[in-house]
């Protein structure tokens, strides 16, 4: 499997400007490792063709119902944690034009 260690994870976090506790890192390197090792046997697969056509299977619809939404606001606190900067319940960006 590929080699992720915790200055990876850190340096990860770090860019998706998330927050990582300790103790959730050797979990969250074994995850991608593991994710790692699937894109590669992915990319190393080839498929089969059969008679230059190959079959994607049969169409069907995979909607599901929708369940009871959640309370309004709910996770708004822990979202806005990880941003740089903030205004209120809102992210504070930089004007672009």
């Known amino acids: 499997m590929a080699d992720i260690d915790k200055k ?14 300790d103790a ?5 390197a074994d995850k991608l490792a593991r994710i790692v090792q699937y894109v ?14 190959v079959e994607a299977g049969e ?3 995979v909607m599901r119902e929708d369940g009871a ?3 309004t606001g709910m996770h708004t606190e822990d979202i ?5 900067e903030r205004d209120g319940d809102y992210f504070k960006v930089r004007k672009i034009l």
């Open 59 to 61: 169409l069907r619809n």
């Open 69 to 71: 939404p959640h309370e």
């Open 24 to 28: 959730d890192i050797p979990k969250i």
């Open 80 to 84: 806005l944690a990880n941003a740089p």
């Open 40 to 53: 590669s046997e992915i990319k190393d697969a080839t498929p089969e063709l059969r008679g230059g056509v």
């Open 8 to 21: 990876d994870i850190a340096h990860l976090a770090a860019l998706a400007r998330i927050r990582i506790a």
